[in-house]
């Protein structure tokens, strides 16, 4: 699988306090919704990730009902997040 610059710019450091909106698959829209919802940091995010043990389609489904993310958004996010924690977890 081909991945984005945004997801290999995620994955390339720790996740420090980056915007929700870095995360590969969340763009600005997404990102507003993520945020409004108290989703406001890539760590938020990823704490829901292992809040839902890293299982791919419990967090896609999570995201679609969460933010409204489709197929391949909630896909880019998982995959980001799971590479992300790969490294660094």
């Not at 763009?27 to 989703?39: A, N, Q």
């Not at 809040?51 to 958004?73: H, I, M, P, S, Y």
């Amino acid at each position: 699988m081909t991945t984005s610059q945004k997801h290999r710019d995620f994955v390339a450091e720790t996740m420090g306090e980056k915007p929700v909106g870095s995360l590969a698959g969340i763009g600005e829209v997404l990102g507003k919704k993520l945020e409004e919802r108290g989703f406001d940091q890539a760590y938020v995010v990823l704490g829901q990730f292992l809040v839902l043990q890293k299982d791919e389609d419990l967090f896609r489904e999570w995201l679609k009902d969460t933010c409204g993310a489709n197929a391949k958004q909630s896909r880019d996010c998982f995959g980001c997040l799971r590479e992300w924690c790969d490294a660094f977890l």
